[in-house]
């Protein structure tokens, strides 16, 4: 499978066993920047913003974003929140980490993105 924008959630959500809200709120960091549960609920279009607290507690938890306030949540850079959440999946399942071209090509893609958001 290449990875690219539009099919980025989906990879995320095989090769990093994440859910998908996870991987919604993820990538809505990345592209956006920091954001708050009630701005990350208005742009995913839900009604619910304690379901985006609780997802990017979640993430947190994963070691892919970090808060800034109680409420408000900042992406780590993606090709290190990846690998991170990459390195913990391996520890979870008792498998070797090590090299994976499809986690490297998720970093890669989300890294403009990213910068982008960032140098506003």
Sequence with gaps: MAVNLSNIE???ISELKISENEAKVFVAIVKNGKMDAATISRILGWNDEERALRTAKSLMARGMIIDITKTEF???HP???ITNRYRRRCAEDGIPFKKN???DNMGIVLEK???DARTK
């Design 113 to 115: 993105p990213y910068e």
């Design 79 to 81: 090709r290190y929140a």
């Design 10 to 12: 989906q990879a995320m």
């Design 74 to 76: 900042e992406s780590l």
């Design 101 to 103: 071209l499809l986690v």
